[in-house]
């Protein structure tokens, strides 16, 4: 099981920054991907950024070049730095880990999970 915990969303001007922070506590067999989504309302959940297995990135075209995507396998965090933000940026962003878990009989299955959400907001 994994538990992921999000903190730095806020109120900010276009134009400004914000990082946002996802832990992960718990544990499972394998993390193939990890990153951040965001919904806007009455939109559905896209992606953002993440990492994925081999540790290579994969950005949403909307924030190629103004967000950045990192993170610290020893703390088990992955950041979101968001640079140059827009109106058009606002949304609940949320980290997410997909993966597998080992069953009690062995066998792999596949996992996924989401933080609470937390609130950009990008006032013009």
């Known amino acids: 099981q994994l538990q992921l915990v999000e903190s730095g969303g806020g109120l900010v001007q276009a134009g400004g920054s914000l990082r946002l922070s996802c832990a992960a506590s718990?544990?499972?067999?394998?993390?193939?991907?990890m990153g951040w989504y965001r919904q806007a309302p009455g939109k559905q959940r896209e992606l953002v950024a993440t990492?994925?297995?081999?540790?290579?990135?994969n950005y949403a075209n909307s924030v190629q070049g103004r967000f950045t995507i990192s993170r610290d396998l020893a703390k088990n965090t992955v950041d979101l730095q968001m640079d140059s933000l827009k109106p058009e940026d606002t949304a609940a962003y949320y980290c997410?880990?997909?993966?597998?878990?080992?069953?009690?009989?062995?066998?792999?299955?596949?996992?996924?999970?989401w933080g609470q959400g937390t609130q950009v907001t990008v006032s013009s």
């Open positions: 990492f994925v297995s081999g540790g290579s990135t």
């Open positions: 997410n880990v997909q993966g597998a878990r080992r069953s009690s009989t062995g066998y792999m299955l596949p996992v996924d999970y």
């Open positions: 718990g544990s499972i067999s394998r993390i193939n991907t």
